[in-house]
């Protein structure tokens, strides 16, 4: 499966199951910009979202300064083309 359909099966599924407002779509939007741009369309992986939570705060940290940190548990994204999304633990 395709990035952007994982994203919008992640969002279509977040929306009508987990309740989820219009700014949080428009974040989730605004992430998966964010991880092309930083990765392009390779699917997410351990090891891919290790390096893109890096790129963003070193990013951060060069416009605005230190952010605190955030551990990759937080970042709950599609993992794999599965028929229901498994999240990163």
Known sequence: MHLD???????????FLGNISPRTVKSIK?????YKR?????????DNLKE?????????????GPLPQFHLAHLKL?????????LFV
């Open 30 to 34: 605004d992430l998966q910009r964010a």
């Open 52 to 64: 893109f939570v890096i790129k963003l705060q070193v990013i951060s940290a060069t416009r605005l």
């Open 5 to 15: 359909a994982l994203f919008s099966q992640f969002i279509r599924e977040k929306q």
């Open 78 to 86: 599609p993992i794999n083309a599965c028929a229901s999304f498994q």
């Open 38 to 46: 930083t990765l392009g369309d390779m699917l997410p992986a351990k």
